[in-house]
């Protein structure tokens, strides 16, 4: 069985940086090539895709509202997956999940099977 356990939430300034990370087990990802990405949810929205990444690595997609501001990696060796989020602004905060199992670069979460609990980052002054 997956499990995937997301930790480096918490509260920032605007402007500063933050780096989730996402520990995989029950799986390794070595052997089980599945598409990876990070999710988040602010009140009262939907659940929107904030950056995915091919099996390999290679290859990441991200929103376009977090261009150039996060990236996303993915170390199958250690059985990782990461973000690190710059230049954080308010309209980020959210809790933050980190999802896998998808067979394709797709925004839709249903697609993947696979979710972390999340975790809350706080973006404010």
């Known amino acids: 069985q997956v499990h995937l356990v997301e930790s480096g939430g918490g509260s920032v300034q605007p402007g500063g940086s933050l780096r989730l990370s996402c520990a995989v087990s029950?799986?390794?990802?070595?052997?089980?090539?599945?598409?990876m990405g990070w999710f988040r949810q602010a009140p009262g929205k939907e659940r929107e895709a904030v950056a995915l990444?091919?099996?390999?690595?290679?290859?990441?997609d991200y929103a376009d509202s977090v261009k150039g501001r996060f990236t996303i990696s993915r170390d199958n060796a250690k059985n990782t997956l990461s973000l690190q989020m710059n230049s954080l602004n308010a309209e980020d905060t959210a809790i933050y999940y980190c999802?896998?199992?998808?067979?394709?670069?797709?925004?839709?979460?249903?697609?993947?099977?696979?979710w972390g609990q999340g975790t809350q980052v706080t973006v404010s002054s």
């Open positions: 999802a896998a199992g998808s067979d394709s670069l797709t925004t839709k979460s249903s697609r993947y099977p696979y």
């Open positions: 029950g799986v390794l990802l070595t052997n089980y090539y599945m598409v």
């Open positions: 990444i091919s099996r390999g690595g290679s290859i990441p």
